[in-house]
């Protein structure tokens, strides 16, 4: 069974602050991974995704990806109320599979 | 340009009803799929078609049933729907499934309430 794990929160953090997401996977064959940001009773909006080892830094966000510990997370810099909204990470498995979280809460404090 | 449009934004049917969900998209996208949204949890992967060929099916009841006409346009006739059904129900599409990153882009969604 391929999955991904989140913790589901809410994660609370006071305006400002750096808001961590966290995200493993069990499917070692996975090769790309993204996150998506959705807002109550809107789609999934794409943030970033990442394929390589390492950080990538998109503007306030950076996610990383460590594949020998099968780890992904999403670090959100400067945190703003507007940031509130639950972060779906997945997981593609090259062309076979694609398979998301459960989600993380996020709850930005003013 | 990312943008996957859906129509209808809501649908309210009954379990006797048949209706189609219409997705469309001019990103020269290869790959489309369905998804269904439940409050509080991810969204289920339905279909997928690449190159406008049916390539995933988990497991889907016969009640719901895809069509891709062309490479822009999918559709998912929905007859005899149950009220459990009711839900939020996603397209999303992407370049290519046989490439590396293929970033899906989602359409805004359908919100179905079955009576």
């Known amino acids: 069974q391929k999955e991904v794990e989140q913790n589901s929160g809410p994660l609370s953090v006071p305006e400002g602050a750096i808001a961590s997401l966290n995200c493993t996977y069990s499917?070692?064959?996975?090769?790309?991974f993204f996150w998506y940001r959705q807002y109550s009773g809107k789609s999934p909006e794409l943030i970033m995704f990442?394929?390589?080892?390492g950080d990538k830094e998109d503007g306030r966000f950076t996610a990383q990806l460590n594949k020998a510990s099968q780890y992904v997370s999403l670090l959100i810099r400067d945190s703003q109320p507007s940031d509130s909204a639950t972060y779906l990470c997945?997981?593609?498995?090259?062309?076979?599979?694609?398979?998301f979280g459960p989600g993380t809460r996020l709850s930005v404090l003013p | 340009d990312t943008e996957v449009t859906q129509t209808p934004k809501h649908l309210v049917m009954g379990m006797t009803n048949k209706k189609s969900l219409k997705c469309e998209q001019h990103?020269?996208?290869?790959?489309m799929y369905w998804y269904k949204q439940k409050a509080k949890k991810p969204p289920e992967l339905m279909f997928v078609?690449?190159?406008?060929?049916?390539?995933i099916n988990e497991s889907v009841p016969s009640r719901f049933s895809p069509e891709c006409p062309n490479s822009s346009l999918l559709n998912l006739h929905l007859h005899a729907l149950q009220p459990e059904d009711s839900a939020l129900y996603l397209c999303?599409?992407?370049?290519?499934?046989?490439?590396?990153?293929?970033?899906?882009?989602f359409g805004p969604g359908t919100r179905l309430t079955v009576l």
């Open positions: 999303a599409s992407s370049q290519d499934r046989n490439s590396g990153a293929d970033t899906q882009y």
């Open positions: 499917d070692r064959g996975s090769q790309s």
């Open positions: 990442i394929y390589s080892n």
């Open positions: 997945a997981a593609d498995l090259y062309g076979q599979n694609f398979v």
């Open positions: 990103m020269g996208h290869r790959a």
């Open positions: 078609y690449s190159y406008e060929k049916l390539s």
